[in-house]
């Protein structure tokens, strides 16, 4: 170790976001998977992830999120779910619900599953459809959640909302409600990834996003007793940043399909760091000590007005790769901080977009993307 | 919040508490959530794996610890009030 090198970080993570695979049924044009997948050939192995579960729990992970791309698509998934019930971490299965027969679900259930969460893309099927260019997908998702249901399981309906399914947020309260959800989690899309690449595509009016901040209040004040909701702001019309991943390297790791470990699954795009990979490092030393991990940590990094800022604590000057994307530098104030100097510029961007005719969507797919 | 004696709590779905050897403490694990419970709450909690009526739940406490039932269904009641509030306990209730 260097001697200049930072003192390890000692706390322990609270989540470990496994992307089992980047293989995927749906093509949603919001995914936040990088726009370079990793093949199968590339992922990593069933003994390798359940060994990525030992290191995790005895770092101190209390959840894990089996996600990816989609997660069934991996036959060895329930072996990963019984693994992670004999660790007693909990977990958390974010699936599309599309080509999961009841049968799977059982068998993964039985495995000691904690908690299911389902995207829906639309509560119209047609713009279901067109959303994540699968035929049919949600009737699937729906018969899908009836046997998550029928099963005991809690159930989360994750709706990714934007300009093309926004003025239907009140009916996707209502098929929370009529699924038995626990959850519901109204997400307005954040720009990362693909959902980048098509944030004309995507980008609601202040008006769509004023008035869905109404509906989810509407909807918390009517059935807060039987359905707890979450509610993610969209950056761009933010006031304050969000404090992404709860602060780089405090609470998640997230391991990539092909065994890369980073803070968070768009931190690949900021350049110069160095990820390590859970196949040659230990997911201790990725943690405590490994520099891309350490990168932006604590608060000696940050420039004004995030130094001094009293906020600092609370939204960490906000993400680090929005940083970087917009404005190129990824110690600069999140620009959806409104002490940001380029927050005006960012949010006059949003308005343009949201007010121009959307450009069709660029589906998420494995093979590159033309420049 | 106020409980009735046959109103009965159990643990919300997907709710579970373990002890963590890492951090040293009890940990509350929910869909998207971790809380830290205090000692009391971790004390409760392991009683509603299946539901129970306030009403056991006092009589219980109250032997366990020697102490009156009255100051007990008080000092419950404000603790489950918090517990129910943030959906980690659930009320069943029988219908009016």
Redesign the interface.
């Given at each position: 170790m260097s001697a200049l090198a930072p003192a390890p970080w000692r706390e322990p993570p609270i989540g470990l976001l496994a992307e089992l695979t980047h293989r995927c049924p749906l093509g949603c044009p919001y995914c936040s998977n990088p726009l370079e997948l990793v093949a199968r050939e590339r992922e990593l192995s069933t003994a390798q992830w359940l060994r990525v579960l030992e290191e995790a729990a005895e770092l101190g992970v209390l959840q894990l999120h089996l996600s990816g791309g989609e997660p069934t698509l991996r036959s060895d998934l329930e072996e990963i779910v019984a693994r992670a019930r004999a660790l007693e971490l909990y977990s958390n299965l974010i699936t599309a619900g599309v080509g999961v027969s009841e049968r799977r679900l059982e068998a993964l259930a039985r495995a000691g599953l904690d908690h299911v969460q389902l995207s829906v893309q639309d509560v119209d099927p047609e713009g279901c459809d067109r959303i994540g260019g699968f035929t049919g997908s949600l009737a699937r998702k729906i018969a899908f959640a009836r046997a998550v249901r029928r099963l005991g399981l809690p159930l989360t309906v994750n709706a990714v909302v934007h300009r093309h399914n926004l003025d239907r947020l009140e009916r996707f309260v209502e098929l929370a409600l009529e699924l038995d959800a626990d959850r519901l989690e109204v997400a307005h899309v954040q720009y990362y990834g693909w959902a980048l690449l098509n944030r004309a595509a995507l980008m609601p009016t202040r008006a769509q996003l004023d008035r869905s901040v109404e509906i989810v209040k509407r909807a918390r004040e009517r059935y807060g007793d039987r359905l707890l909701i979450d509610f993610v702001v969209p950056d761009y019309y933010a006031t304050h940043p969000k404090p992404c991943t709860s602060g780089w390297g405090r609470a998640v790791i997230v391991v990539a399909p092909d065994g890369r470990a980073l803070p968070c699954h768009a931190a690949h795009t900021i350049p110069g760091l160095v990820f390590a990979n859970v196949k040659d490092a230990p997911l201790r030393w990725i943690w405590q000590e490994s520099p891309a991990f350490q990168r932006f940590r604590g608060f000696d990094w940050m420039k004004e007005p995030c130094r001094s800022c009293p906020r600092r604590e609370i939204d960490f000057g906000g993400c680090r790769c929005q940083a970087m994307q917009l404005l190129g530098d990824p110690e600069a104030t999140d620009p959806a901080c409104a002490l940001s100097p380029h927050h005006a510029r960012i949010t006059a961007l949003a308005e343009a977009e949201a007010a121009a005719a959307p450009p069709p969507f660029r589906y998420r797919r494995l093979e590159p993307v033309p420049a | 919040m106020s409980f009735a004696p046959d109103d009965r709590l159990v643990l919300?779905?997907?709710v579970?508490v373990?002890f963590?050897p890492?951090?040293n403490c009890h940990?509350l694990?929910a869909?998207?959530r971790?809380l830290f419970p205090c000692p009391t709450s971790v004390e409760i909690l392991g009683r509603l794996g299946e539901p129970r009526s306030f009403g056991a739940l006092v009589a219980e406490l109250a032997a366990e610890f020697d102490a009156p039932a009255e100051e007990i269904g008080r000092d419950l009641e404000a603790l489950l009030s918090d517990l129910v509030a943030q959906?980690v306990v659930r009320v069943e209730r029988r219908a009016a």
């Open positions: - | 919300a779905r997907g579970r373990r963590d890492v951090r940990v694990l869909p998207e971790v959906r």
